[in-house]
């Protein structure tokens, strides 16, 4: 190929990939506890690898799949070979997580320059073997069912953890924890801004589950080496699938499929779920409500989030995470309710003078015939009733009232 036409095709990769930028959804497992999937895309199927190099990215990139390369490529569809593959590791200081050598000294230059900026960042999980990722794996479908279990943790063979070149990362004071709101907390933001500058990616980025096949975790960072992580970065390309030209799955907008049934006022929650100020995950944790936890429903907007009361807090979840709707029906209070009438009524036992106070010596206002329905309004101490009879508002006694 000429260089002019070297050129071309690297502006045409360039400009594909900034057309496809667009938005869309955890995957790797902390130990022993799953992820908390919080505000997450619906389920989708894992992309198979797409031999039409232009797709999305047209690339001449090769994809590497040599086990022990820093730039492996590890996916559902590209599993590690040989399956067991087991790395070089070696512990980060200061933790008993191992990895990579090269991606452990990566991760302390990155913690070091984060610490300059007054960022303490956690390193949370490393290199998982084959035997305890296929651990995982099973508690997680044995928890959650097999379909959301292949949502949030790989399949062993298949996870980026097991090449040692995968780290989870957090908060030191476990804030927003392997949860979608990590990325507002202080590490996540950082991480996010400038996490390629020391070799790590963001894997598995929002709006992409139906391309990287998992759901978003702002938490989850590859080592691929600084030089990759420039060239992916300046890209413009939103996963490595991107990247390499096998992503052929279009990224999908959330669409929260759970809906409260008529008469709901109740519903348990089926994840770890933060409780919002407001809907969308753009607005303020108020807390995280526990799996399992019984909430009131108050009211709901139309984008399938659900105004709800836990704990003496008020405010906003994603309906994607509740089930086992029960009770009356929710009611969303826009302004303040009027109390309801509590008018009862009574027959005359016989014609009976309607006065305009309660007692003989009052004037008759007009006789109430015999078997008339009559509406209490107030009562005196007397055992006289005030009530209404066509039009009129008087007392009578309460001896020929039933």
Known sequence: MTKKGTTRLALATVFTASLV?????????????????????????????STDVASFVPTARKLQRGASRIDVFVSKSYPLSPARYVPKTKTVRGTSIRLRPEA???????????????VNIALVSGYRSYDRQAQLFRQY?????????????????????QTGLAVDVGNTNHQCGLQACFESTKVGRWMAKNAHKYGFILRYPKGYESVTGYAYEPWHF?????????SYTQSGAKT?????????????????????????SSAKTKANLNLRSGV??????????PKGKKVSLTGKTSKGWYQVKYSSKTGWVSGTYLGSFSGSKPKTQTSPSKPKSSVKTKKTTANLNLRTKAGTGHKVLLTIPKGKKVSLTGKTSKGWYQVKYSSKTGWVSGKYLR
């Open 21 to 49: 930028a667009t938005s869309l959804a955890p995957a790797t497992a902390f130990e022993p506890a799953a992820p908390a999937q919080v505000q997450s895309q619906g389920i989708t199927t894992a992309a198979a690898p």
């Open 104 to 118: 452990a000294d990566a991760y302390l230059k990155m913690k070091t320059a984060a610490k300059k900026s007054g």
């Open 141 to 161: 479908t044995q928890q959650y069912g097999s379909k959301y279990a292949q949502r949030i943790s790989a399949k062993p063979g298949t996870s980026e953890h």
């Open 222 to 230: 590859r080592y691929v080496g600084t030089s990759l992580a420039k």
């Open 240 to 264: 490595l699938e991107h990247y390499y030209g096998v992503a052929k799955a279009k990224p999908k907008a959330e669409k929260p499929k759970t809906q409260a049934p008529k008469g709901a």
């Open 280 to 289: 969308s995950t753009k607005h303020k944790v108020l807390l995280t409500i």
